[in-house]
């Protein structure tokens, strides 16, 4: 079963602003939802090989493959490496902007001969829906194909013309399939487009899409002002979020993929692909820091738009769909195998209906940090004035936390920190501004949550800030404590605490958010997490240990793979785990960065 599934690690992603596809080095794209991130997959033999789907572009004679993205861009370049011949595809998506017309659904794959006689295989054999829904093709002669289902439809244009023959995959619905043979320098387009019309490619339009595109990230990539020592990848991080930003509304999802395990075998497999508030705040913060505003500018409307509709008994939610739906439903599709048989297959998440009170801390650290470089507008702030006082009669009432956990809800560490982070940041920000609020009432509040902290959850015994009050368990969200300005970074309580969880959850550079032992709810293990160990970094740097922040850091930085992208987790031989590529773990790498090159004296 192995065999059949390209490890995580072994794919780059592009993207439109909208959704994404993975794209494996051997070619072949096992991933994509048309249109939208949480869309139905068309292809999705990442998660079943059999009957997922996937859309096949490679050289037949190579034996090695290299894979690498063109220089500041997310365009894509698969390269085949062969004994008496160099064959290359090239994959994109055209992004979408605010000067698009009408945005198309493409994406767009060109296999070029580079030196000798390259030979390709193209194989196009869609799984509507997840693989529940059938399909039927029809060949169309000056044109490729055309698929369609109850699910959609979608034309796959090919110039010059090559001859494609139907297969019968049994499966949901037949494929096709093409054998090119290219001479040095020539070049064959092939270019799906999703609810497209039934029309030939036309001279030059691919040349035109991959300009427009090759220069819209170019002049992305330029608005970096970060010239650090860890430029490339850091500005990769940056180029991998901006991907899972969803143009249309500002929202951000966690990651483009649904199910990938935390363990083989394992029963941790989420949905990734919503919007999370915490992890959409935070990313907006990664971006600032870079000089990216207007994507924290379309974020902030999406969260005025969210606390607007927040209901006056639940307040905000954690997660939405992108489109602001609440509406998320969690579901098994026990016809998917898994990746490397890893089950079950979820689509949704339940968590939507989790109380986690930590993210009124990162929403309001986040508006924070935004209105010092855009002020940020009354109607915004009326909005998160009645979210805090909805805080106000809630905080200190058990949740399921930030890590989510499907065990007790527990009155956790992390919650009453960020408590103190919301009403912190809401009082400086009232102040700084001149805007009305009941500062006196939320400097209080926020007193009583430090308090708590201080007070309930450092064990002394232990000489570390426990998970929660009464527990033994160390968690590395704490972490964040000097980076949020809780604690100073050398106050004796959190070296202690850095010093324990060094000593109990660290291995090399890699991070457990915290020993396994059921009290999550769940008894399958996990991979180490990468959110942590830049966390760990900038806990490090921050306490002045630099020399051990610097190893940490670039230890780190070997476990993404080939192109610079990391999952949610690495596993025991250091392959890559969890939902691919994961916001959370590049926004803290561009934090972590930003941080250690300021205190190396960049």
Known sequence: MPDRYLPIEEHGV???LRTTALVGTDGTVDWYCPARFDAPSLFASLLDADRGGSFRLSARTASRPKQLYLPDTNILLTRFLGRDAVGEVVDFMVPETSSTAAPRDLLVRRARAVRGRAEFTLDCSPA????????????????????TSPAGRFVLRVKPPVHLKVVERGRGGPGVVAELALEDGEQVDVVLEWRGEVHPLKDGEVDE???TTNDYWQRWSAKSRYRGRWREVVQRSALTLKLLV????GALVAAPTTSLPEALGGSRNWDYRYSWLRDAAFTTYGLMRLGYLDEASAFMD????????????????????VDGSEHIPEQVLDHLEGYRGSRPVRIGNNAVGQRQLDVYGELMDSVYLFNREVPISWDLWSTLSRRLDWLADNWDTPDEGVWEVRGPRQRFTYSALMTWVA?????????????PAPTERWRRLGAKAYRFVQEECWDPELGAYTMYPGSRTLDASLLVMPLVKFSG?????????LDRIGDTLVADSLVSRYAIDGHDGLDDDEGTFNLCSFWYVEALTRAGRLREARLTFEKMLTYANHLGLY???IGPAGEALGNFPQAFTHLALISAAVNLDRALGG
């Open 246 to 249: 969803y143009h249309p509304t």
């Open 302 to 321: 999406w969260v005025q738009r969210r606390c607007e509709a927040a209901d006056a008994e639940r307040d905000v939610m954690i997660m939405y769909a």
């Open 567 to 569: 999952a949610e987790e």
């Open 489 to 497: 970074p050398t106050d004796p309580r959190f070296l202690s605490t």
């Open 209 to 211: 899409l991959f300009e």
């Open 128 to 147: 509507f829906d997840y693989g529940r829904a059938r399909h039927e093709v029809h060949l169309v002669d000056g044109v490729g194909a055309v698929f």
């Open 14 to 16: 592009i993207g439109d």
């Open 423 to 435: 009403y912190d940041r809401a009082v400086r920000l009232a102040r700084s501004r001149g805007l």
